[in-house]
Nanobody, 118 residues
Framework: VQLVESGGGLVQAAGSLRLSCAASGSIFNINAMGWYRQAPGNQRELVATITSGSTTNYADSVKGRFTISRDNAKNTVYLQMNNLKPEDTAVYYC?????????????WGQGTQVTVSS
C-alpha cells in the first residue's frame, strides 16, 4: 500500500490550501485515514482523522478552520485548510489504518510541506 500526498506549498496567513492523499495498492479495507503534522523541533501531532463511517476528529488548534473529508471510491482523503496561520507551518503526513485483524496495519505517506508566511 502506498499513500501519496499532494497540495502543499507556500501561502500567506489567512489563505487556504487543500491537501490530498491517495491510497493505492492491495487495499482490502480502510478503517480510518488522517493527517498529522510535524514542525521543526516538534513531535508529530494529530491534525484530523476520519473513520470509514465518516466520524471526524480534530485537534483543538485547527477546529473551525480545517475540514477533513474522504472519497471512498477513490481511496482518497482530503484536508481543506482555511484561515491558515504561521503556526500551521509543518510537514503534513497522511496516515492510513487499513486491513482486518491480524493484518491491520498503519501506513504513512512521505509528507508534504506547508509553509504559511506572516
Amino acid at each position: 500500500v502506498q499513500l501519496v500526498e499532494s497540495g502543499g506549498g507556500l501561502v500567506q496567513a489567512a489563505g487556504s490550501l487543500r491537501l490530498s492523499c491517495a491510497a493505492s495498492g492491495s487495499i482490502f479495507n480502510i478503517n480510518a485515514m488522517g493527517w498529522y503534522r510535524q514542525a521543526p523541533g516538534n513531535q508529530r501531532e494529530l491534525v484530523a482523522t476520519i473513520t470509514s463511517g465518516s466520524t471526524t476528529n480534530y485537534a483543538d488548534s485547527v477546529k473551525g478552520r480545517f475540514t477533513i473529508s474522504r472519497d471512498n471510491a477513490k481511496n482518497t482523503v482530503y484536508l481543506q485548510m482555511n484561515n491558515l496561520k504561521p503556526e500551521d507551518t509543518a510537514v503534513y503526513y497522511c496516515n492510513g489504518d487499513m486491513g482486518y485483524p491480524p493484518y491491520r496495519t498503519i501506513y504513512w505517506g512521505q509528507g508534504t510541506q506547508v509553509t504559511v508566511s506572516s
